[in-house]
């Protein structure tokens, strides 16, 4: 089991000791998506939405969450952040989330991204579902990582 370095020689969870590796720049994006009902994509375009600014709530709600990862995500290590970038548009068929998470220390921030994505995207179902109880959040994951030991990824299309 030592291969898998969350798990020590016993098999028992850890936290990896990230103190030897170089610090370096590292960036990580994610996205999602929150599907929604014609009536609430046509609320968020007119900003009309009973609640108030739910694109607005949704961008700093993300950001919150990338901050807080480490209180949330067993394991992950807390990390400065150095830039969380939180976009939504709005489509037809709801609303596409993409984070921007950038970092100079010894760990990626995928995680960062993909938390922020997803309370983000938990921020807006909360704005929304009076008028769409039955909103979805879907497709979180990460599209690209640069930095670390093995430099740049991108999801393959």
């Given at each position: 089991m030592s291969e898998f370095t969350h798990l020590d020689e016993t098999g028992a969870a850890r936290m990896v000791d990230v103190s030897a590796k170089e610090v370096g720049v590292r960036?990580?994006?994610?996205?999602?998506?929150?599907?929604?009902?014609?009536?609430?994509?046509?609320?968020l375009r007119s900003g009309e939405v009973p609640k108030g600014?739910?694109?607005?709530?949704?961008?700093?709600a993300g950001i919150m969450g990338?901050?807080?990862t480490p209180d949330l995500i067993p394991l992950?290590?807390?990390?400065?952040?150095h830039g969380?970038?939180?976009?939504?548009?709005?489509?037809?068929?709801g609303v596409g989330?993409?984070?921007r998470?950038?970092?100079a220390d010894r760990t990626g921030v995928e995680m960062e991204a993909l938390t922020a994505v997803s309370v983000a995207?938990?921020?807006?179902?909360?704005?929304?579902?009076?008028?769409?109880?039955?909103?979805?959040?879907?497709d979180v994951r990460v599209e690209e990582k640069t930095g670390g030991k093995t430099g740049v990824w991108t999801r393959p299309s």
């Open positions: 960036t990580a994006v994610a996205t999602g998506r929150v599907l929604l009902s014609p009536e609430v994509v046509s609320l600014d739910a694109l607005g709530v949704a961008r700093i990338a901050k807080r992950c290590h807390p990390i400065a952040l969380v970038k939180v976009t939504l548009e709005v489509a037809d068929w989330i993409t984070c998470v950038k970092t995207g938990l921020a807006l179902i909360d704005m929304v579902k009076a008028v769409d109880p039955a909103a979805v959040i879907t």
